[in-house]
Each structure stands twice: as structure tokens, then as C-alpha cells.
């Protein structure tokens, strides 16, 4: 093959490898277990009595992140039992844990976690339930301040939602 003609393929095939190295992004690996979702069931797991004691109750958390996420036009499923719930019976978990601090209040830690069915890749076969999405962090403060930490995870969710669905609100 002459020079003129391995040029171009060179450069074509140099040029494409790094893409290929590279992968999808971190966002785009964040955002792929939502593609494809047409629903969630919120779940609270049980406020600790800490968090309680600081005036922090369960139906509190459970009306916050439902508004969130029915503000975003994200599709709520009230039924524990599973039967009219989306395929793969996702749910996004939500959990916040507090620990006091001697003479500084309670330190919180809020979890909001996207459960839902996935098979395995070496035996597609067994089908687990799996974190497949995650956001969280510490806060610190009122039960008010609290929400708000909880409020920006759920953005978060909503925007990986969005993005991963695009057309729905």
C-alpha cells in the first residue's frame, strides 16, 4: 500500500483509539441504570431515634422527596406488594442516620439510594436486587437544614432522571 492511502487510515485508526480507551464518562455511567425507568416507590427506612429526638420524623423525609420527585414529573408507585410497579421493581431508598457530637448537636448522614433488579453479567440468569444509584452525604444542624441537604440529593437524582430520559419532564 502506498504512503497516500495508509496515511488517512493511520490517523483514522490513531484518532479512534482513545475514544475507545476512554469509555463513557462518569456521568454517563451515574445516569445509565435510570435510562429506560418509568417509575420509582419511595421507601424511608426507619428515621433512628437520634434524628427522631432532634425532631426529624419519617413522614417529614417521605413528603419531602416525594415532591421533589413529583415536582419533576417523575412517576410515584405506592405499592409495597409490587404488582403494578415497573419492571425491575425499582425503588429509591432513603436513609438518614444522626450522631451526636458532645456540646455540637447531632451529625447526620443522608443516603438516597436507587434499588432495583439486575442479573448478573457472568450468570444473566440470577436476577439480585442492587444499588444501581447513589447520592448522599453528611449535614449538620435543624431538621430544616437537614431536608435541605436531602432536597439537593434528590435534585440530583431528578437531574440524572432528566438526563437519562430525555423527552420526560
Known amino acids: 500500500m502506498d504512503r497516500s492511502r495508509a496515511l488517512p487510515l493511520v490517523l483514522a485508526l490513531g484518532l479512534g483509539v482513545p475514544a ?54 417523575i412517576p410515584l408507585v405506592d405499592d409495597p406488594k409490587g404488582r ?12 438518614i442516620k444522626a450522631e451526636p457530637l458532645k456540646g455540637r448537636g447531632p451529625v447526620y448522614l443522608i443516603s438516597l439510594s436507587l434499588q432495583q433488579a439486575a442479573s448478573l453479567i457472568r450468570r444473566p440468569a440470577v436476577i439480585v436486587n442492587a444499588s444501581t444509584w447513589h447520592a448522599g452525604g453528611l449535614s449538620k444542624g435543624s ?12 435534585d440530583q437524582f431528578v437531574g440524572d432522571y432528566q438526563a437519562a430520559n430525555p423527552g420526560k419532564k
Not at 416507590?41 to 434524628?51: G, I
Not at 403494578?84 to 436513609?95: A, E
Not at 431538621?143 to 434528590?154: K, Q, W, Y
Open 20 to 73: 475507545l480507551a476512554q469509555g463513557p464518562s462518569a456521568e454517563e455511567t451515574r445516569r445509565a441504570p435510570l435510562a429506560g425507568l418509568t417509575g420509582v416507590r419511595v421507601v424511608v427506612d426507619a428515621v433512628d431515634a437520634e434524628a427522631q429526638k432532634a425532631g426529624l420524623a419519617a413522614d417529614s423525609v417521605r413528603t419531602a422527596v416525594e415532591g421533589r420527585l413529583r415536582q419533576a414529573g
Open 143 to 154: 431538621p430544616d437544614t437537614v431536608l435541605d441537604a436531602l432536597g439537593r440529593h434528590c
Open 84 to 95: 403494578l410497579s415497573p419492571p425491575g421493581f425499582p425503588s429509591l431508598h432513603v436513609s
